[in-house]
Nanobody, 124 residues
């Protein structure tokens, strides 16, 4: 079992940066691939980025490619999402998620554990 707690959200102007953190409980954190998803008002939750257990492989959505970077620190049981060049359309609640599935996946159904989310608001 893994419990996830996100932090680092807030209000930022367009073009600015934020770094989201996700703290995980449990001694088996390094067994999980981790992902970030987001959900804007009135829209479905969508994939943002994922990273494998070691941090050696990552995959990000086309909509954030070149602007967002996912990373992890297994010694700290944490995963991060560095968000640069933020746009108003990045406004959403951002969720951290964990999956035991081997390989990188952008499917919500593959993720077993979810955090409560952190709000990111980008003003124009």
């Amino acid at each position: 079992q893994v419990q996830l707690v996100e932090s680092g959200g807030g209000l930022v102007q367009a073009g600015g940066s934020l770094r989201l953190s996700c703290a995980a409980s449990g001694r088996t954190f390094s067994s999980y691939a981790m992902g970030w998803f987001r959900q804007a008002p009135g829209k479905e939750r969508e994939f943002v980025a994922t990273i494998n257990w070691s941090g050696g492989s990552t995959y990000v959505a086309d909509s954030v490619k070149g602007r967002f970077t996912i990373s992890r620190d297994n010694a700290k049981n944490a995963v991060y999402l560095q968000m640069n060049s933020l746009k108003p359309e990045d406004t959403a609640v951002y969720y951290c998620a964990a999956t035991m599935q081997a390989g990188l996946t952008d499917s919500r159904a593959a993720y077993d554990y979810w955090g409560q989310g952190t709000q990111v608001t980008v003003s124009s």
